[in-house]
């Protein structure tokens, strides 16, 4: 069986985009600093067929500093799979994340990014905090630190900065 190429991002149906509408296609999505220093967030994507994930990654912005980490949760806040503290490296690039492929099957599951500073700038959509919060579809934990945990602490999410992030079933870069 050859399984499907698929590609998640916050925009996508099956993440925010799906619970937002086609409205959110016309969002811009502009560089800007990352709002605090170790602040995790985690964005939710609902699948119905089984895919094998090989790549995770985000978009950076004009400017890259420090670390970032980026990894796979399971709907209990369970990482599956993880990129470890990388050097953000590319500007106004995509940058790539090499992983434990793993295969993940129907369900919730969530991207989560953290950076550890306020000067590197990712790519980003800005959707009100109450329409964020309403949907309950991204999630942060305050203070992370500069990696994710193995196991995610869930929270409200007042902000309204929706990084540019995702996973793959291929190498993108």
Known sequence: VIEPLVTIIPNSLESVGGSFGAWFYNIPTTGAVYPTADLAFYIPFVLTKPITVVKLFCRNGSTVSGNIDVR???ADGTALTA???VAQ???NAYQEFDI???V?????FYIGIVLDNITG???RNSVTAELLAAAGVVQEQLGAGAA???VATFAHCPGTYLPACG???RTVI
Do not use: F
């Not at 993940?104 to 919730?108: A, D, Q, R, S, Y």
């Open 148 to 150: 994710l945990p193995n």
């Open 83 to 85: 990129s470890g503290q």
């Open 72 to 74: 796979l949760y399971s």
């Open 167 to 169: 996973l793959t079933t």
């Open 121 to 123: 700038i990712l790519m």
């Open 89 to 91: 490296a590319g500007v």
């Open 100 to 102: 434990t492929d793993v």
């Open 104 to 108: 993940i099957g129907l369900g919730v």
